[in-house]
């Protein structure tokens, strides 16, 4: 990855700062700000009105959508979702007056995890692998892998599929996604995919 502009799009009405890597293909649309040291996998897709703060992470092929902040201490592993206008916090205890740059929390995104449009991600709570977190969700603690969660604080209501449904289970705690075929365990309040 590198900040070479013949790989990747960057619309002119938008910046990416010093110390970037921009991966092959990752498309940057209006009015959006990349600062330093920020790595930007492959094929991603940052919307417009968008910030990235210093030092953020994104794997290859995160779709991040308009008016979205991530801030810094955040990362994502590859294919995850940003919805409209969802938003990162990286500080608990925010005060205008007091600088607690040094303090930042960090969140982990997983492979795979959506985030819906306005959901808010409190800081230092991470979200599992191919979670569904609901529009207009806030999250204030950890979501487990595959979870479905949705309401302000973050309840789980269910199970999602790597496909993007979700999975009932039977007696037996397994889950069938009808549109893929993939099998699912869930076994001790934890979702995993069936191999075959």
Request: aromatic share 8%; glycine share 12%.
């Amino acid at each position: 990855m590198s900040k070479d502009t013949e790989l990747f799009f960057c619309h002119e009405s938008s910046y990416v700062d010093d110390g970037c890597r921009i991966g092959k293909g990752t498309k940057i649309w209006h009015f959006t700000h990349i600062m330093p040291d920020c790595v930007l996998g492959e094929n991603c897709n940052i919307g417009q009105n968008c910030v990235i703060s210093p030092g953020v992470i994104l794997g290859k092929n995160v779709k991040v959508q308009n008016n979205v902040s991530i801030y810094t201490g955040v990362t994502c592993d590859d294919d995850v979702f940003l919805g409209p206008s969802m938003v990162f916090t990286n500080v608990r205890n925010p005060r205008s007056a007091i600088n607690r740059r040094g303090q930042y929390a960090h969140t982990h995104v997983g492979r795979g995890a959506s985030i819906g449009a306005n959901a808010t991600i409190v800081c230092g709570n991470d979200i599992g692998k191919f979670a569904f977190i609901g529009a207009g969700t806030v999250v204030i603690k950890d979501v487990p892998d595959y979870a479905l969660v949705v309401g302000n604080p973050a309840r789980q209501v269910g199970w999602m599929s790597e496909f993007g449904h979700r999975l009932n289970f039977d007696e037996k705690g397994i889950g069938v996604c009808e549109e893929s075929n993939e099998k699912y365990k869930l076994e001790n309040g934890k979702v995993s995919k069936i191999n075959e």
